[in-house]
């Protein structure tokens, strides 16, 4: 299985180095004006030969994982348009800036770009600057969402390879959702006015 993983953020970057550490294939697709030099994405080009223009990353992989920042969201789902994704797992691991109607527009601008690929949400909890805010490592689960339930057991393995709890949210519809979790914990962060960020955990009674 060939994961490719779209955006230059740490959550990228630090969800690369735990599937190629869990002996997956990974490439990773950056935008044309990426700086490459960086140490960490120097060290993980040298030693994987594995960073290429996004267009190319989505050619090659079976699963796409989505992590880029906001701004950069178009260009992807462009390179989305051109290319045949059917039978292809894309998952999106973004947030759209906060909308108090809870209405993702970056998962609706992904599925609008693959009609025919299998969209799911996820890995959005962690924020495209993971681990930065979770120095701790107290983050130990992820939501994910889809409408495709035979995929889901295949998504929710890939995200145990890497050492996280996988909660099954339901349907798509339910991204919004998903979103309102983490904007909530910014919005927490933010008010408290101290170094430390919040985060929130699930537990059953």
């Not at 989505?66 to 797992?89: F, M, P, T």
């Not at 809870?102 to 009609?115: F, G, M, R, Y």
């Amino acid at each position: 299985m060939k994961l490719g993983i779209l955006g230059g953020t740490t959550l990228s970057k630090t969800l690369g180095k735990k599937y190629l550490e869990a002996g997956l294939t990974v490439v990773f697709g950056v935008r044309s004006d990426f700086n490459t030099e960086e140490s960490d994405w120097k060290n993980l080009n040298r030693l994987h030969n594995r960073i290429c223009p996004f267009q190319s990353a989505i050619i090659q992989s079976e699963i796409i994982l989505i992590c880029c920042e906001n701004q950069y969201l178009e260009e992807i789902c462009s390179a989305l348009k051109n290319e045949d994704l059917e039978g292809k797992i894309i998952i999106d691991c973004t947030n759209a800036n906060y909308d108090k109607v809870l209405a993702s527009s970056n998962t609706q601008l992904i599925v609008e770009s693959a009609p025919k690929a299998i969209i799911f949400k996820a890995f959005n909890n962690l924020g495209i600057d993971y681990p930065t805010s979770d120095i701790l490592g107290i983050i130990k689960e992820t939501y994910y969402c889809s409408d495709r339930e035979a995929e889901k057991i295949r998504v929710k393995r890939l995200i145990e390879l890497i050492g996280f709890r996988a909660i099954d949210a339901g349907k798509m519809n339910n991204a919004p959702l998903l979103e309102a979790f983490y904007h909530l914990s910014r919005e927490i962060t933010w008010h408290r006015k101290e170094q430390s960020n919040y985060h929130f955990k699930l537990i059953s009674a």
